[in-house]
């Protein structure tokens, strides 16, 4: 076989896959495009896994399928409901057989922003996060093998997945990439705060005096619950130890247990402070069932460890009735919901 000859039949061959690749990204659904205020700026999505309608229906279908538990019996959506702003309305969540989690549900929308998951940011992306309840002893106690198991006996998931992916046996990383597709699509952005600074509605005497404390220093008189909870999310999603004294019966030293670190004993994610009027109860253990109790714990004096947040001081007194109802002006006016 001469050199010549090899030559073309090697030309030939990346002739063919070329076509196959421009004939198969013909076939690709078209992508969509994730609509958010512009005040958020625009986030990194995952290049490896593009929005399209199909990934994103696939998703949230899983979402709310019990398929992905040990026994058929919970769902992701069990533990983040809608109406609580994809959060629980409990202190602690409940999972297979009633298991008492360890911590509250926080609350998903505009995954987009943040870089790392769970209160104490043991996951970086989104796919990584979704695959750990599903096998939480706690929550879904379910073996990934047997839910891919089921998932492929199904022949409804083999289409979706074709659809969303191509032909190819479903596999945990499908499952993941599906999930996130999805979450990713969830955005909150159009509070009564928000239309405030766009001119559409206008604060009350009361909220507006709220909102002057919340954005206030404490050395210039206000809260200063702008100082962690700033920017468009209410939150600058850095870990903080905020004064809270451990519960004996969870003992849970937070983002000390991620990284083994005695600086980080304590520490939690700053949790976003948008639609807080319907994702009661607060703390990353539910602590508190109202925001009279979240500003009455600043109030007073914080449990003091040597990984105590300097930005978590005293609240001055004058927020104790004031700043609540800016608060509550940071929930959206509908549901939060899909922001494509």
């Known amino acids: 076989m001469t050199r010549g000859f090899v030559a073309a039949i090697v030309t030939l061959l990346i002739g063919f896959s070329l076509l196959r690749a421009e004939r198969e990204q013909s076939q690709e659904s078209p992508l ?13 999505l995952p290049i ?20 992905l538990s040990i026994d058929g019996t919970v ?6 409901v ?14 297979f057989e009633g ?61 979706d997945f074709k659809k969303a992916y191509g032909p190819a046996e479903i596999t945990s990383e499908m499952l ?20 405030s600074l766009e001119k559409k509605v206008k604060l009350d005497p009361l909220e507006d005096e709220g909102r002057r404390l ?26 903080r130890n905020n004064g809270l004294r451990p519960a004996p ?28 009027a319907i994702t009661s109860p607060y703390m990353h253990d539910g602590r508190f069932e109202n925001l009279t109790e979240v500003i009455e714990h600043y109030n007073t004096a914080l449990h003091q460890t040597p990984t105590l947040d300097q930005t978590s001081r005293r609240a001055s007194k004058s927020c104790r009735k004031k700043s609540a109802p800016c608060l509550l002006t940071s929930s959206d006016r509908s549901p939060v919901c899909r922001g494509c």
Not at 32 to 42: A, H, R
Not at 49 to 67: M, V, Y
Not at 101 to 129: C, E, M, Y
């Open 249 to 276: 019966d969870l003992n849970d030293l937070g983002r000390y247990r991620v990284t083994g670190k005695e600086k980080d004993k304590f520490l939690f994610s700053t949790p976003s402070l948008r639609n807080i």
């Open 82 to 95: 809608e109406e609580f702003a994809f959060s629980d309305d409990v202190d602690l969540s409940r999972g």
């Open 32 to 44: 969509v495009q994730l609509i958010f205020p512009k005040e958020f700026g625009k986030p990194t």
């Open 176 to 195: 993941s990439l599906a999930l996130e597709n999805y979450l990713l699509t969830i955005v909150s952005g159009d509070s009564k705060f928000d239309q």
């Open 214 to 239: 919340f954005f206030t220093s404490h050395e210039s008189g206000g809260a200063g619950c702008s100082e962690c909870h700033s920017g468009p999310h209410f939150s600058d999603f850095t870990f």
């Open 48 to 67: 490896d896994n593009k929005l399209t309608k199909e990934r994103i229906s696939l998703g949230e279908k899983l979402f709310h399928d019990t398929i």
């Open 99 to 159: 298991r008492l989690g360890k911590r509250n549900s926080p609350p998903i929308f505009n995954l987009a922003w943040k870089n790392h998951f769970f209160w104490d940011g043991r996951a970086r992306t989104v796919r990584d996060q979704v695959l750990q309840p599903i096998q939480d002893h706690l929550e879904m106690a379910a073996n990934l093998n047997q839910v891919l198991y089921r998932l492929n006996r199904r022949k409804s998931y083999r289409e």
């Open 75 to 80: 769902s992701c959506a069990a533990c983040h």
